[in-house]
């Protein structure tokens, strides 16, 4: 998964793949309505397959911010 | 009753024929009056399953007891269970949480393998970006099975 291999290249990444249906509350809390959903650092949120460059787009933006 | 059938079984034999070093399946259950919870049981077969298909030595299975094993369940930050960790040459920070079937099956087989060869095949571009993160993140990706 493109996630896990995002966290091989930093020690800063940790990365969970996590089924929803396992865990309704999580499901819940992060508006899970369609998958795969991201949530990136438990604010960001992307809905839909992330093409690798757009990923990591998003994680800069994180730190950005 | 194996939960992998005879095809499954012969394509996880021959995937992780490609697998290069060594990889632990740090599995996370919970055990209560011998009763497993009913997706956890089934997570630890799958991993143990799994694992006896790996060329001898290459792929090897830890289980811990989610309340039980609490230093173990800190030193890889799990915080629900069923849980797998994929753990190379070193701890990457990659987690599985729930039995991990349909597509996260692919992916599990996936990650094991390229885990084993240390080496992400993610593009130059990527690594250099990747290479700038200097702060924690963490990354969650919901799926379901199918």
Not at chain 2, 98 to 102: A, E, H, M, R, T
């Given at each position: 998964m493109l996630a896990h291999r995002l966290a091989m290249e930093s020690e800063w990444i940790t990365a969970d793949m996590v089924e929803a249906t396992e865990f309704p509350h999580l499901a819940n809390k992060y508006e899970?309505?369609?998958?795969p959903r991201t949530v990136i650092n438990e604010t960001l949120h992307i809905e839909g397959a992330v093409p690798e460059p757009m990923l990591v787009n998003e994680l800069l933006k994180v730190l950005d911010s | 009753m194996p939960l992998l059938n005879d095809k499954i079984q012969t394509e996880v034999r021959k995937a992780l024929q490609s697998m290069a070093g060594p990889v632990k399946l740090v599995m996370f259950t919970q055990a209560s009056n011998a009763l497993e919870c009913q997706m956890c049981s089934e997570t630890r077969a799958l991993v143990e399953e799994i694992a006896a298909l790996s060329p001898a030595g290459r792929l090897s299975v830890e289980v811990y007891d989610f309340l039980a094993d609490q230093a173990a369940t800190e030193q890889y930050k799990v915080d629900k269970i069923p849980a797998i960790a994929v753990v190379g040459a070193q701890d990457y920070g990659i987690r599985f949480y729930?039995?991990?079937?349909?597509y996260e099956f692919s992916s599990l087989m996936d990650d094991i393998v390229t885990v084993s060869k240390a080496e992400s095949g993610l593009s130059a571009a990527t690594k250099a970006a990747v290479a700038k993160i200097n702060r924690p993140v963490h990354i969650q990706v919901y799926v379901t099975p199918t």
């Open positions: 899970v309505y369609g998958v | 729930g039995i991990p079937s349909g």
